[in-house]
């Protein structure tokens, strides 16, 4: 697939995007006030979570970054922040900005088109997939389908999509469709935690299944709910831990292989 270029509107994978691009941001400093939540500690003191029912082939692991793990994403996203291809608000192609803020590592994804540049903002050359998220996908995809599956063995990650949840911000329900690949998503969340909403592959209605997602938590879904429908409604400010080195909010790495050459 050559730079700039996209699937068809009548493609599978493919999507009409925005003429008129996102907008680039800064990222704030680090926030670590005295009032700075703790619930996604794994102490005795935390929440219990309530017990939700996941959809065949999506698997939640609460807790399986360790703090030190966080604090390296967050240094890492620091620098993936920063211009060329930098952070920035996506705009759908309807004109409306996302309020999330997203960068992305070795294919740049905007709304809805993957490209070796980013088109939508400065038409850099977007970040190479860091050697240590291609790592750290491969193991998570291993913790949650067990290291001899097929998924473990064949998974080849090659994008990264960081989103920002300032306060405010929240994601509606959606599939990720652009890819052909049928490999496994994997989701880290670090920061405040977040309804993370799924519904069906077929439908973006109820019933839904609701995910209390903390820092530290993986996300992975596959098999026959690769392309479920799934969003992120609220995002609860204040309840991250501190220490992270993040600004307000929720920070989202989403780990893909994407199937594009």
Not at 60 to 68: A, K, N
Not at 115 to 128: F, L
Request: glycine share 12%.
């Amino acid at each position: 697939m050559r730079s700039g270029t996209r699937f068809g509107p009548g493609d599978r994978f493919g999507g009409a995007a925005s003429r008129q691009g996102g907008v680039p941001t800064t990222l704030p400093a680090a926030w670590d006030g005295p009032d700075a939540g703790q619930l996604c500690l794994l102490d005795d003191t935390e929440p219990v979570r309530p017990i939700v029912e996941m959809p065949a082939g999506v698997v939640h692991l609460p807790g399986w970054l360790t703090l030190d793990q966080q604090r390296r994403l967050v240094t890492e996203f620091r620098a993936w922040a920063a211009p060329p291809a930098g952070l920035r608000h996506p705009r759908v192609p309807s004109g409306h900005l996302m309020s999330v803020q997203s960068v992305c590592l070795g294919w740049h994804w905007y709304p809805y088109r993957y490209s070796r540049t980013a088109d939508d903002v400065d038409g850099a050359s977007v970040k190479a997939m860091p050697a240590s998220l291609i790592s750290l996908g491969r193991s998570a995809v291993a913790a949650a389908y067990g290291p001899g599956s097929a998924e473990a063995g064949d998974y080849a990650p090659d994008a990264g999509l960081v989103n920002l949840y300032a306060p405010g911000a929240r994601m509606g329900l959606h599939q990720d469709a652009e890819e052909p690949s049928d490999a496994p998503v994997v989701t880290l969340s670090i920061g405040d935690t977040c309804t993370f909403r799924l519904a069906g592959v077929d439908r973006r209605t109820a019933p839904f299944a609701d995910v209390e997602l903390r820092s530290g938590d993986l996300l992975v879904f596959g098999r026959a709910h690769r392309r479920v429908y799934h969003g992120v409604p609220k995002v609860f400010d204040g309840t991250g831990p501190a220490g992270l080195g993040l600004p307000p909010g929720r920070l989202s790495i989403t780990v893909r292989q994407t199937g594009l050459e």
